[in-house]
């Protein structure tokens, strides 16, 4: 199947920026979306972004997406400590009835 | 958005027997899916259940270990038949939900179910 990665750990100090990195490999991905997953607990849907996008800024989230590159982005601004989760990555297109195919998730670490 | 619940939120159970995982959206969906979630790994779509249809299952997974039932436009039932230890894993439903007008598709997730098998 078709691959989305991301890298594996991120740490930063909190008040800074967090920029946490996705590729995807299907030209044909209709939306990108951002979970996040608290220790013990579900997926959170914080946003996700259509193809024909190339910027989505929601609140302290800010979404980018190159398309010719297949890159994503996740942007928190102001990282908190309550922000330290595993950050998953995926896409979603009608070939696959828009199910979902997962990246192996960013594990976030913020220090204070 | 939709609130999804499961049942039951965690279970221990022993080889050779099996557990029927219950998932309960708060709103009529056309689409839901069935992932599975192994420790410290990403999620797997094990199928995807339409009401009045049989289920569609990935590869890797069949119908025989994982008979899915959607008898309605709120509510799927995901069995896990025959289980060993290999089957320990986070169950999850999730459902597509198509808000407004703009034909967007966001995907809400249960809680999980967290399956321990010895």
């Known amino acids: 199947g078709e691959d989305v990665e991301q890298s594996l750990f991120l740490s930063v100090r909190e008040g800074d920026s967090s920029v946490i990195n996705c590729t995807y490999t299907d030209s044909s991905s209709t939306y990108l979306y951002w979970y996040k997953q608290e220790p013990g607990a579900g997926l959170q849907l914080l946003t996700y972004i259509f193809s024909n996008m190339d910027m989505k800024q929601d609140q302290r989230l800010t979404v980018l997406l190159n398309k010719k590159d297949k890159h994503l982005s996740l942007r928190i601004a102001d990282t908190q400590t309550g922000d330290s989760a595993i950050y998953f990555c995926a896409d979603s297109n009608s070939n696959s009835g828009y199910a979902l195919n997962f990246g192996k998730g960013t594990s976030l670490l913020v220090t204070p | 958005s939709a609130v999804i619940s499961q049942k039951p939120s965690r279970d221990i159970c022993q080889r050779g027997t099996s557990l029927t995982i219950q998932c309960q959206v708060d709103s009529q969906v056309t689409m839901m899916f069935w992932y599975r979630q192994q420790p410290g790994q990403s999620l797997t779509l094990i199928a995807t259940?339409?009401?009045?249809?049989?289920?569609?299952?990935e590869s890797g997974f069949v119908i025989d270990k994982f008979p899915i039932s959607r008898p309605n436009l709120t509510f799927s039932t995901l069995t896990v038949s025959n289980m060993s230890p290999e089957d320990s894993s986070i169950y999850l439903c999730?459902?597509?939900?198509?808000?407004?007008?703009?034909?967007?598709?966001?995907?809400?997730f249960g809680p999980g179910t967290r399956l321990t098998v010895t």
């Open positions: 999730s459902v597509e939900v198509t808000p407004g007008r703009d034909s967007t598709n966001e995907q809400y």
């Open positions: 259940a339409n009401q009045g249809s049989e289920a569609t299952y």
